[in-house]
């Protein structure tokens, strides 16, 4: 299949930017976009091993599983020969997992992904120096294979409820854990139930009778020769899933398992050995692994919705359907306005959400700094952007991937587009790592904090924009431009806050307790929180974009700066009834954002296929029969159909065996 599509070489002739440029824009670089392509070459070296064979769909949920372990160490075997293990890093790695290349080789999830995402992460950042050089090496190279333990059967979110025991016994210097209830069984970890056999279990802590709340601790769960589970440990896998399905989430009870006083990690809190509790300067530190996990979700978001794009866009530019005018061709679906802005506004989401990843990662790693110099101050700012962004982000993803494989009709409902897997990797990061509104509610209460402090405390950047908007000489004249709709996103954001805390105030005031109104205004509190990340990701979107256009070409700075508006517009008219509620916005106003955005669409339509081919995802990681670069939708999706098992007989042997006696009314 080397030829391809006309339609798509027709839709690539007509870009008016270079390509080029835009993959090295998004990846952050030409040297970015050399070494990406480097890994890729190294992993197509085994294209045989690792994209050849029966697709995984046609096989069982145990076969799934060996062949995601068979495909994770020949990644691995790769990974330390591109890097040299002497010269390697955790980043390495994690960065191949966490991309597109990663996600491509183990499509429904890999076993392996806790290892580098959490396990090791935890180690680092909550190990003292000894429990580093003991461990750190080990897990680096693959020695041991660990996973993080903290949600249990009974308890996700509400980790202070958390029920697994870990009891210091001051004659042995040793820890007891144990699941004291069915509910306080682990459930979940990644590659828990046949991989790992190191597990952090993060565990309430006693000592000399008393709780000392949550602290982790490193606990073997496997014999390191043998991989049998080791005594008074109760380890198995939880079973088939909405999607990713070779991740190996398991579940874990201990009954009485005693580990070393050194198992519990001790850099910020200690247990001396005579059982004397050393509480942490600051107890917040140990969610840090979690904020971490929540900036890779939003980085994680923006690769699967990429493929999603890719290939609704692709595949848009490729199928005809239906004359527009009678004695005239089939129309590419991609020439109707109604497909342009199920997918145009998918494509700029992606733009938006990558631009907000850097952007959240660059906070983190600058709070994080702030705070191993012991300055806690903008804790709670990265805890409460971790969490909107994290719930923002995943629920678009979700939202945009489904419209995309709605865009795709019939075909896009085949596993072999890769969109229904797509989906399912997209919803699902909607409820783990934090229940997404959870994570709203945690940034309100954040907000409300931050409101009834707004005059005496000084504001952090983030939100530095609720002091602009609700200062008494402020204009809130609606207009109708890019700067115009960020500013009213803001202002919805700062009324919807001030209600909360009206609405709860008057209800505290009426006899009401603190945490019934709470409870009771709950949904004005989520609705407060999203404003809020809405109103951080179109300034965060429309600031670094402006900072990066002068770094561009003209041609593709004025695609990109389509793509911002076309975003800002699309959520404008989502939101317009939160904009009519709290804004100048008139009804003509949003007759005009109407216009704009059908104005906007014709705009992209010539450099959609190019903006997607910017993503520059290689066939064998989109493995989609409806997304190649070649177009060749129906021969690939024909190719594909043949290799179903069966196909491999022309009669089955179920018809001799039930459907012919049926037929032939002898059953």
């Known amino acids: 299949m080397n030829k391809v599509n006309e339609d798509l070489l027709r839709e690539r002739s007509k870009c008016t930017f270079n390509i080029e440029e835009l993959t090295h824009f998004l990846d952050g670089g030409i040297e970015v976009t050399l070494e990406r392509k480097r890994r890729e070459q190294a992993v197509l070296s085994k294209r045989e091993e690792l994209f050849c064979g029966v697709p995984d769909e046609y096989l069982s949920h145990k076969e799934k599983y060996e062949n995601s372990i068979r495909k994770g160490t020949i990644l691995f075997k790769i990974l330390r020969q591109i890097y040299n293990m002497e010269n390697s890093n955790l980043s390495d790695y994690r960065n191949v997992l966490n991309g597109v290349l990663g996600a491509s080789i183990s499509q429904d999830g890999s076993p392996f992904g806790l290892h580098y995402i959490m396990f090791m992460p935890v180690l680092i950042s909550q190990a003292d120096e000894e429990q580093k050089k003991k461990w750190v090496d080990r897990a680096l190279n693959c020695q041991i294979i660990g996973t993080y333990a903290q949600t249990e059967l009974g308890h996700g979110t509400f980790i202070r409820g958390l029920e697994t025991t870990a009891t210091y016994d001051l004659e042995t ?46 606990v073997q769960v496997r014999d390191e020769e043998t991989h049998e589970p080791l005594p008074g440990i109760k380890v198995g896998e939880i079973g ?73 866009t692709r595949f848009s530019a490729v199928r005809r359907q239906s004359q527009l005018k009678e004695g005239e061709p089939e129309l590419q679906i991609l020439d109707y306005v109604t497909q342009q802005e199920m997918i145009f506004t998918a494509i700029a989401g992606c733009f938006a959400m990558k631009f907000n990843a850097r952007r959240l990662w660059d906070t983190f790693n600058g709070i994080n700094t702030q705070l191993h110099e012991g300055n806690f101050e903008r804790l709670g700012e990265l805890h409460a952007l971790a969490c909107c962004l994290k719930a923002v982000s995943t629920a678009d993803a979700a939202r945009f991937t489904e419209r995309c494989r709605l865009a795709c009709g019939g075909h896009g409902y ?16 909607c409820t783990y790592e934090g229940d997404n509104t959870v994570l709203l509610l945690q940034t309100a ?32 004249k609606w207009e109708n431009s890019i700067k115009g709709i960020v500013r009213g996103f803001q202002i919805v954001s700062m009324k919807k806050i001030s209600s909360c805390v009206e609405i709860m105030t008057n209800k505290i005031m009426s006899g009401m307790s603190q945490e019934d109104a709470w409870n009771t205004t709950s949904i004005q509190l989520v609705s407060a929180a999203e404003s809020h990340c809405r109103a951080i990701v179109l300034s965060t979107f429309h600031e670094d974009l402006s900072k990066m256009s002068s770094t561009v070409s003209a ?21 317009y009834g939160d904009l009519l509620l709290y804004t100048s916005i008139s009804k003509t106003d949003i007759e005009y954002l109407r216009r704009w955005l059908v104005t906007l669409l014709g705009k992209i339509r010539p450099n959609a296929v190019g903006l997607v081919d910017g993503f520059d995802i290689i066939d064998e990681m989109l493995d989609s ?43």
């Open 173 to 218: 210097q040793e820890f007891i854990l144990h699941s004291p209830t069915l509910t306080s069984y682990k459930w979940w970890p990644g590659g828990l139930g046949q991989t790992a056999n190191y597990c952090i279990v993060v565990a309430q802590l006693y000592t000399k009778g008393k709780c000392r709340g949550i602290h982790p601790f490193i």
């Open 240 to 312: 088939t899933k909405m999607g990713l399905n070779s991740v190996n989430n398991g579940y874990l009870g201990f009954d009485h398992v005693r580990i070393p006083r050194t198992n519990m990690l001790m850099k910020h809190a200690k247990v001396l050995e005579d059982g004397t509790y050393i509480k942490s300067k600051n107890n917040k530190l140990i969610y840090g692994t979690m904020v971490f996990v929540r900036v890779i979700i939003v980085f994680d978001s923006v690769n699967y919705l990429s493929k999603a794009v890719t290939i609704a």
């Open 414 to 429: 085949m596993h072999s587009s890769n969109l229904p897997l797509t989906y399912a990797l997209t919803t699902a990061s």
């Open 445 to 476: 209460r954040f907000l409300l904090k931050v409101w009834r402090e707004i005059d005496t405390v000084p504001v952090t950047p983030t939100i530095a924009y609720l002091k602009t908007v609700s200062s008494p000489g402020f204009q809130d």
């Open 555 to 575: 041609p593709l700075a004025e695609v990109l700066q389509q793509l911002l508006e076309l975003y800002t517009v699309y959520w404008a008219l989502e939101k």
């Open 625 to 667: 029969t409806l997304g190649a670069y070649d177009g060749r939708v129906y021969e690939r999706l024909m190719a594909q159909a043949q290799k179903s098992p069966l196909n491999a007989d022309t009669v089955n042997k179920s018809f001799h065996k039930y459907l012919k006696p049926f037929m032939k009314g002898k059953l």
